[in-house]
């Protein structure tokens, strides 16, 4: 079955139903402007019978549980008991305050509502309190329904280690049955030899579409030498070639030194490609570098900048952040477009040498383990400044919403892995509810 949103709208008939009717018609439209993966009861769900039967017949991954009145702690223990899955609990705003009779009393079940669900479950829930056409209430709903659609995806998300992480980069490293256990997530691993192998294999004729698609997405290349543009072409054959063929969504790439000593070529360009296509791919083999990427990639519609911190400006308010040379391609200025460079250290191309775009909202955001195995959540917000290249390879500035300063000295002291994801676009809300979904802790910047 699909992702499934159940709005679930419980009350009794003691209150005033014609104003319940209306909030029922207007919520059941709101939700639907925002998902086309709802189901909604035939009618206001009053008695327990009917909750019952409508409950009955959905399998959600995300419960909107309203009181469309007030109703008691029954309604929503019977929910909870049947259903695992995360709950957005919203209250109503009472329509009218005349002096005369109360219409809805949501605000009183929505603390019966609580009590119960505290009582049933440990971890957060999701609350909003207002009515259907009001900005916030769309917001936090919108942002429930992101989050739980990305929970839900990741079950079925096949991730790929292509190779180990290099000595000292044990951060990136995981386990398959823990990352499994936590989001779901399925990882297969495989050395990078693998795939360098299956490149030497392949002749100049079978890549030279390959060459052909490169081109037209980066700047330059033609200033590469020819081995090295062809080597490049193998490369992007075999990852794309393995990628397919097993269903991979996101993989962590070893880099270093194999590509250089054992092939001759870097994989950061081939990595670029990926991005660009869709397949969220980390280098230096963090996993959760690219499971960091492709929750950004999913919840924004777009690739995702991964990088290091390098850089800090306190009278600028910014980070830099900084790669060797694997951004996205559709991430680069459009006054330069996606230039292709050689690797800063190794100085063998091709490797991406541009600045990116410039954006009004961005989030930095990772998937941080800690010590004990636990997983946590790093969240900052900001804006990309429109600035070029800062050094050889691939750079974003980010003027961060919060210091900079703040955010450098806390992110180190707290112990966070070095690399980090920029999300274009704001979505600092629905990672804080998908943090929420999983248990783990959020650390806000």
């Known amino acids: 079955m699909g992702f499934q949103v159940a709005y679930v709208p419980i009350g009794v008939g003691t209150f005033h139903l014609e104003s319940a009717q209306i909030q029922f018609e207007h919520s059941i439209k709101m939700i639907s402007s925002l998902t086309d993966e709802g189901v909604y009861p035939d009618k206001m769900l009053l008695t327990m019978q009917d909750l019952g039967a409508f409950l009955d017949r959905i399998n959600p991954d995300l419960i909107i549980l309203q009181n469309i009145t007030f109703a008691n702690a029954a309604y929503a223990s019977e929910v909870l008991k049947r259903f695992q899955c995360p709950i957005l609990l919203w209250t109503l705003r009472e329509p009218v305050i005349d002096g005369g009779r109360l219409r809805l009393n949501s605000l009183t079940g929505a603390y019966s509502a609580a009590n119960a669900i505290k009582a049933f479950r440990d971890g957060e829930f999701e609350y909003v309190f207002g009515a259907p056409e009001e900005a916030e209430v769309i917001a936090e709903v919108g942002a429930a ?246 050094f050889i390879g691939t750079s974003i500035v980010v003027q961060t919403k919060h210091s900079a300063k703040d955010v450098v000295y806390g992110s180190v002291k707290d112990g966070w892995e070095p690399h980090f994801v920029v999300i274009y676009g704001d979505v600092k809300a629905e990672l804080e509810k998908l943090a929420h979904m999983y248990g783990l802790e959020i650390c806000s910047y």
């Open 145 to 390: 329904v992101r989050a739980a659609r990305i929970k839900y995806q990741l079950k079925s998300l096949k991730m790929s280690a292509i190779g180990h992480t290099p000595q000292g980069f044990g951060f990136g490293r995981a386990l398959d049955s823990e990352i499994m256990r936590t989001f779901g997530v399925t990882l297969e691993a495989i050395e990078a030899r693998e795939l360098i192998n299956r490149a030497k294999a392949y002749s100049d004729e079978e890549c030279e579409a390959y060459i052909e698609k490169a081109k037209g997405c980066m700047v330059g290349l033609e200033n590469t030498p020819e081995k090295n543009v062809k080597d490049f072409a193998r490369l992007y054959k075999a990852y794309s070639d393995y990628v397919t063929e097993n269903g991979i969504g996101a993989i962590s790439s070893r880099c270093w030194p194999d590509f250089f000593t054992d092939f001759g070529t870097p994989v950061c360009s081939v990595l670029s490609i990926l991005n660009m296509l869709g397949v969220a791919s980390s280098c230096e083999a963090d996993v959760y570098g690219a499971l960091s990427m492709y929750i950004g990639k999913e919840l924004s519609g777009g690739s995702t900048f991964f990088g290091d911190p390098v850089s800090m400006d306190e009278k600028e308010n910014t980070i830099t952040f900084w790669h060797c040379g694997m951004a996205a391609c559709d991430r680069a200025r459009k006054d330069t477009g996606a230039q292709v460079g050689v690797h800063p250290n190794r100085k063998i191309g091709p490797a991406m040498d541009f600045g990116c775009e410039a954006s009004d909202q961005v989030t930095v955001f990772r998937v941080g383990r800690k010590p004990d195995g636990t997983f946590r959540f790093f969240i900052a917000d900001g804006k990309a400044l429109d600035k070029p290249k800062q």
